[in-house]
């Protein structure tokens, strides 16, 4: 059975391009008043939301390929263009960390004075725009791709809210040395953001089996199915954050296919009402697989016939 979702429409394109466009209006301001006001800090949130923007154009260049429906070549799809647009956007992530973690030890070294003025109101604008903007993406988080997006701009709210009270707090005491502290704390909040997304991107990636599935339970699931008697050689994996596939050898009776029919239809039925599994390819089988659980195909032995 072969049957997949497209995409994340207009509405997610049209979102992903409006907050590109007011983020890097939003660098723009930063970087500028942050050299003016000698704020480690506020430069930090610069490049933070310069990863935002790239973010935020990585993701809707994957939203775009996603919706794009499979071609006599690419035959699932581009469901990973998304994948790898989020990769990317955590490598972006990464590398700005080192820099800002670089500038922040040698300012702690020898702190500057910093105005704490430009710092509090640059600093509010950018609360609200990145706030505004996560909450727009929130919807759909689900999707490692869209969810990459969502991370980087949640995660630059926080650390914007940060920028504010240590400018605050700069203010109130006369410490400088709170600026570079921020912009460690900042650094920790990126690498703590894009870990999960690393984690699910290169899971995807590498084939494995989806984030919170579990295979044995789908292959008891599938067992226990009526005129199912084993099963075996199962694999899943993802194509993208919400299609998932699954191959495995069904064996059965041996009886007309008229009638193995139905039990693809209630395998097919049950994978995808509790597991989302859209795209399964079942080989049926009526005596058990004389190369065992793992039916490897070499050239010394016969392969399969698939039975969809």
């Not at 894009?194 to 008891?220: H, Q, Y």
């Amino acid at each position: 059975m072969h049957a997949h979702t497209h995409g994340h429409g207009r509405r997610a394109q049209l979102i992903l391009s409006a907050s590109a466009v007011a983020t890097l209006a939003y660098v723009a301001l930063a970087l500028f008043m942050g050299l003016r006001a000698h704020s480690l800090a506020l430069e930090s949130e610069a490049g933070h939301n310069l990863t935002d923007f790239l973010a935020l154009l990585l993701t809707f260049t994957g939203v775009y390929f996603q919706s794009k429906p499979p071609t006599a070549q690419k035959t699932f799809g581009f469901h990973r263009a998304g994948v790898l647009a989020a990769l990317a956007n955590v490598v972006s992530l990464f590398v700005i960390t080192i820099l800002i973690v670089v500038d922040a030890v040698h300012r702690l070294a020898a702190p500057q004075p910093v105005a704490t003025g430009p710092m509090i109101w640059v600093a509010a604008i950018g609360l609200v725009m990145n706030t505004v903007i996560a909450l727009l993406l929130e919807s759909g988080r689900s999707d490692v791709n869209i969810g990459a997006a969502f991370l980087h701009m949640a995660g630059d709210a926080l650390a914007t809210a940060l920028v504010l009270l240590g400018a605050v707090a700069i203010r109130r005491t006369g410490m400088n040395a709170i600026d570079p502290i921020l912009s460690l704390v900042i650094a920790a909040l990126i690498v703590a953001s894009g870990w999960t997304v690393l984690r699910d991107t290169l899971n995807i990636l590498l084939e494995g089996a989806p984030r919170g599935m579990r295979p044995d339970e789908v292959r008891s699931e599938l067992a226990s199915l009526e005129g199912v008697a084993a099963v075996h050689d199962l694999h899943i994996w993802s194509l993208g954050s919400h299609a998932h596939a699954l191959s495995a050898h069904i064996q059965i009776a041996d009886i007309p296919p008229s009638q193995s029919e139905q039990i693809r239809r209630r395998c097919c039925a049950m994978l995808a009402e509790r597991y989302h599994i859209r795209h399964a390819t079942l080989q049926f089988e009526n005596t058990a697989c004389e190369r065992g659980e793992s039916c490897q195909i070499d050239p010394h032995h016969p392969a399969h016939n698939h039975d969809h």
